[in-house]
């Protein structure tokens, strides 16, 4: 890589990202009034009992044993973990928690869930684990549509930041969808990586899709009160927001349920669903 491309500033989530140059692939052209951290690790165990979030510092546990310590002053964010990490695991999963953090302490809200482009507008798809949605991510990737995250979206005035490039599938879902590449263990199992493309910065979040499983493929509108109980149950940071007025701004838009087989094949049918619906 070029000297002059190392030089220039790459993140995710809103975030200027540095200490991770082998994975500077799986980022996006930073702009520059972005806050900026710097990712490191360091062997070690870890007796954290309690999770906390200060103005100026936080003290994450990872469920992969080990924590993480958030310095917002000096811009520094280090992984305590009992063995070393890589730099694309750095990217992506690890950073995602403090993505939430750093969105709770500049005023963004952060929700864990996918997200899409139709329109030219983005889709939050969020589901629960296991619920389908990094495959139905990957096959509407796989099928030109825009993927703007996997698993964490943040949002500020309700425009949408970019994650990491790639998606993280299991074995039997990479095979089934024939894509991905084995990266070893990233965070707490075994991940086949589905590298995406470019995609477009700061679009608006126009509504939201929310996945689950029955008897066959459907989608049914949510009313409001469900809305906001489904976005406060899959909020990044369990904390409170500051400013509550965008959570119910976010809570307003449309969204949807959407319920499939738990079988491959209705896969394909409800990602046509997906986009039929985002596309109204």
């Known amino acids: 890589m070029a000297a002059a491309d190392r030089a220039q500033p790459?993140?995710?989530?809103?975030?200027?990202v540095r200490g991770v140059d082998a994975a500077r692939d799986l980022l996006v052209?930073?702009?520059p009034g972005?806050?900026?951290i710097e990712l490191a690790w360091r062997l070690g165990e870890s007796s954290v009992?309690?999770?906390w979030v200060r103005e100026e510092s936080a003290l994450l546990r990872l469920r992969t044993g080990g924590h993480i310590e958030i310095d917002r002053a000096a811009e520094q964010v280090v992984f305590v973990v009992p063995r070393e990490l890589r730099d694309e695991e750095l990217v992506h999963p690890y950073l995602s928690p403090v993505a939430a953090v750093m969105a709770h302490w500049t005023g963004r809200e952060s929700v864990h869930a996918g997200a899409v482009v139709v329109n030219g507008g983005v889709w939050g798809v969020v589901g629960d684990r296991e619920s389908g949605k990094s495959s139905t991510l990957a096959w509407l990737a796989s099928h030109g549509t825009e993927v703007v995250c996997d698993d964490?979206?943040?949002l500020e005035g309700g425009r949408a930041f970019?994650?990491?490039r790639s998606i993280d599938l299991r074995e039997d879902s990479a095979e089934l969808l024939g894509v991905g590449e084995a990266i070893g263990v990233a965070g707490a199992r075994?991940?086949?990586r589905v590298r995406l493309g470019p995609v477009r910065q700061g679009l608006e979040l126009k509504g939201w899709v929310f996945l689950d499983w029955g008897d066959r493929v459907g989608a049914e509108p949510l009313r409001?009160?469900?809305?906001?109980?489904?976005l406060l149950q899959h909020r990044g940071a369990r904390l409170p927001s500051r400013d509550p007025s965008a959570l119910l701004e976010l809570a307003a838009l449309p969204a949807w349920e959407l319920r499939r087989p738990r079988v491959w094949d209705s896969l394909p049918d409800a990602a046509d669903c997906l986009l039929e619906l985002a596309s109204r």
Do not use: D, F, K, N
């Open 10 to 16: 790459r993140g995710a989530y809103g975030l200027r």
């Open 29 to 31: 052209e930073a702009e």
């Open 34 to 36: 972005w806050p900026a």
């Open 49 to 51: 009992e309690h999770e």
């Open 152 to 154: 964490m979206l943040v």
């Open 162 to 164: 970019a994650g990491p």
């Open 190 to 192: 075994p991940r086949w």
């Open 224 to 230: 409001g009160g469900q809305r906001i109980g489904s």
